[in-house]
């Protein structure tokens, strides 16, 4: 008898078949490439509200998730449409919006205002962001994010703590970088083997 899927796996097959579409556009097959083109801006297209809603249904709702949920990932499905990439494990919302910064320094008002903003106004602001970080070429996790934003629903106070999270991420001191460090990934710090604007 086949054990049905956790939660936590459904999260996981769904983030992941959203960055199926990313290596579906560079794989140099025709076919798959124009198909994952039209999906993104199925995708993109579902921001916009109302019945737009519905051209994301069938990329979220073939991964089963719980109806508490599904708000939070069509939300993700929208962001990672605009800002499609490979995988970037343990690059958090605020370590990558640091690497945001260090490349354009005005973004730091974006982030303080992510950080601050109430429950309705944070996807706007997340699609501002995520923009901001399509044009620096800086990658996010989405597992993160997807995983993040479902912690926020759960209470006012788990909210404050995934905040406190990406300010403790964003403003976190960075350590000198020794020649034994250069090949050490260090969870702190994101993939340290990936380039900082993978």
């Known amino acids: 008898m086949n054990t049905p899927p956790t939660v936590g796996q459904r999260r996981d ?9 990313h290596y579906a556009l560079d794989s140099g097959n025709p076919h798959k490439s124009g198909e994952a083109r039209r999906t993104l801006a199925r995708l993109r297209r579902s921001f916009t509200g109302g019945r737009q809603e519905a051209e994301a249904y069938d990329v979220v709702f073939p ?17 990672f449409a605009l800002h499609p990439h490979g995988v970037a494990r343990g690059r958090g ?11 354009r320094s005005t ?8 950080l601050s903003v109430d429950p309705p106004a944070l996807p706007h602001y997340l699609r501002q962001a995520i923009q901001l970080l399509r044009a620096e ?8 994010l997807l995983a993040d934003l479902v912690d926020m629903q759960e209470s006012a106070e788990q ?9 403790r991420e964003y403003h976190r001191p960075k350590r000198p970088t020794t020649p034994t460090d250069r090949t050490h990934t260090d969870p702190a710090e994101g993939v340290a083997a990936a380039p900082a604007n993978a």
């Open 13 to 21: 097959a769904f983030v992941r078949s959203l960055y199926g579409l």
């Open 63 to 79: 991964h089963d998730p719980p109806e508490r949920e599904q708000q939070v990932w069509l939300l993700v499905a929208g962001l």
């Open 137 to 144: 070429d800086v990658a996010v996790d989405y597992h993160r």
């Open 107 to 114: 973004a730091a008002r974006r982030f303080t205002q992510l």
């Open 159 to 167: 909210a404050h703590r995934t905040r406190l999270r990406w300010a």
């Open 93 to 103: 919302l605020g370590l990558a919006m640091r690497n945001l910064v260090e490349k």
